[in-house]
């Protein structure tokens, strides 16, 4: 397709609007419940919800992530969209890509684009597997602003700055500075999304903060990474104003689903003041905290907002462990912080992982066996002591774009397939350790799901893959 012109008629912004859609990967309807479908597209809904007040003669369309893969196509080949651009994560490249070709199949007169986690970390992978024209690197508001605008004017778009394609990567895009404004909400209807662990029946997420001040070996974040500042916070009142248009939509519960809530105690505490003085009868709240980050304060008062759910990522109940990968808490912080929040009544969603691995003074370091007995050890005393609620476990797996996928191929350890599904080769570990071990940690989640009737028709593909593993 010619980069300058998108349609071949004289179009002019009285005579016909441009017609972007933006999409998901389609899992369709039977994903309904689980964690794709949990939630719209943040990233996209911000894109939109930046660009309509700028760009008033485009017709905007979101394709959500619950739409099966012909209802998709056939949205796609009914809009006839003059530009395609589809946003995805690594562990979705290859239904991603399924759905690129189904609809290039469509041979209509679009450009089509990709951006998210994926084409940011790999555009090549993308650009040369697909037929997408231009990848969207990193932060995608005023790049894909600038793209649309572009091709509105007739202009070429192969220099865009925070773009890839094939002739030319054209850099990083500087940050946004003020991130004060609200995504494309008004696109959504809320009966459409399912949480599996919620309060209240209509829920939403919200994104106060952009970032993580952290690196953690095994994360891979690269659109808030590519620049700094790593962390950029939305002002208190502005995500009151947020909250109480989503109160005025239906929602009664939000996740502040932020990476770290609590990177800013001081902030924090202002923004819950806000919350505070909003008066919202029925209103509850989840969040994302550190172990590191909360005191006495801040639980007093995540408490009188009606937070009543937060997601920690414990990870390991080992020092030595929490240190390797940058955790930068201690296992005395996660107890602390445990104690801390059951005493003012806030239940904790615990993430676990198992063998982990990192670099020390040039060699390779990883999690013992003995050293995931403990963690194992550990989450079964917190959920006999009502420290918490509900318990996730992983195996941890090199993603790419983390440290850990740089240190997994600088010392050949990278993920193989086996039983329990990619996991790295660990000296001195056995595949049938991991095993074990990974059926001790499916076994307490899959109890403690079933104890807090997380365990549903609804993510019965979970406990199936469950299931699976414990029969090996």
């Not at 959500?64 to 994560?89: G, Q």
Request: charged residues 25%.
């Amino acid at each position: 397709m010619d980069y300058i012109s998108v349609n071949k008629e004289n179009m002019t912004p009285t005579q016909k609007k441009l017609k972007v859609v933006f999409a998901d990967p389609p899992f369709g309807r039977e994903s309904k419940g689980e964690a794709v479908t949990e939630s719209p597209n943040l990233g996209i809904l911000y894109i939109i919800g930046y660009a309509k007040p700028r760009l008033p003669n485009i017709e905007f369309y979101y394709l959500e992530p619950f739409l099966s893969m012909e209802e998709h196509v056939e949205k796609v080949r009914e809009i006839k969209p003059d530009v395609y651009a589809i946003s995805f994560t690594t562990p979705r490249r290859d239904l991603s890509f399924e759905t690129i070709a189904k609809v290039k199949e469509l041979r209509l007169d679009m450009l089509m684009v990709a951006g998210g986690a994926h084409p940011t970390i790999d555009p090549q992978d993308v650009l040369k597997n697909t037929p997408i024209e231009i990848c969207i690197v990193g932060e995608g508001e005023e790049t894909t602003a600038e793209l649309l605008k572009k091709i509105q004017a007739k202009q070429p778009v192969t220099d865009v700055v925070g773009t890839v394609n094939l002739q030319k990567n054209n850099g990083v895009r500087p940050l946004l500075k003020d991130i004060d404004f609200f995504p494309a909400w008004d696109m959504i209807d809320f009966e459409n999304y399912d949480i599996a662990v919620s309060k209240k029946k209509r829920m939403a997420y919200l994104l106060p903060i952009r970032g993580c001040p952290n690196y953690c070996t095994y994360c891979s974040n690269p659109v808030w990474k590519l620049e700094k500042p790593w962390v950029r916070q939305r002002s208190p009142k502005n995500i009151a104003e947020e909250i109480n248009y989503l109160y005025g939509r239906g929602i009664r519960e939000i996740y502040l689903r932020s990476d770290t809530f609590n990177v800013d105690i001081k902030w924090c505490l202002e923004v819950c003041i806000e919350i505070e003085k909003l008066h919202l009868k029925g209103m509850t709240f989840q969040c994302n905290l550190r172990a590191d980050k909360l005191n006495d304060e801040l639980s007093q008062k995540l408490s009188d907002i009606h937070v009543w759910l937060v997601h920690i990522g414990l990870e390991s109940a080992n020092d030595r462990v929490l240190k390797g990968i940058g955790k930068n808490a201690t296992q005395a912080d996660n107890i602390r912080t445990l104690e801390l929040l059951k005493k003012y009544g806030i239940k904790v969603y615990g993430f676990l992982m198992l063998y982990n691995a990192w670099e020390a003074n040039g060699k390779l370091e990883h999690e013992t066996p003995q050293e995931v007995n403990n963690t194992l050890e550990f989450a079964r005393k917190c959920l006999s002591e009502n420290l918490i609620e509900y318990i996730s476990w992983s195996i941890t797996n090199p993603i790419i774009g983390s440290k850990l996928h740089d240190i997994a191929k600088k010392f050949d350890i990278a993920a193989y397939n086996v039983k329990i599904g990619n996991c790295m080769r660990l000296p001195d570990v056995s595949e049938q350790q991991m095993v074990e071990h990974v059926k001790q940690g499916m076994i307490l989640q899959l109890l403690n799901g079933i104890q807090k009737g997380m365990i549903t028709k609804k993510n019965k593909r979970a406990a199936q893959k469950a299931a699976k593993i414990l029969n090996m």
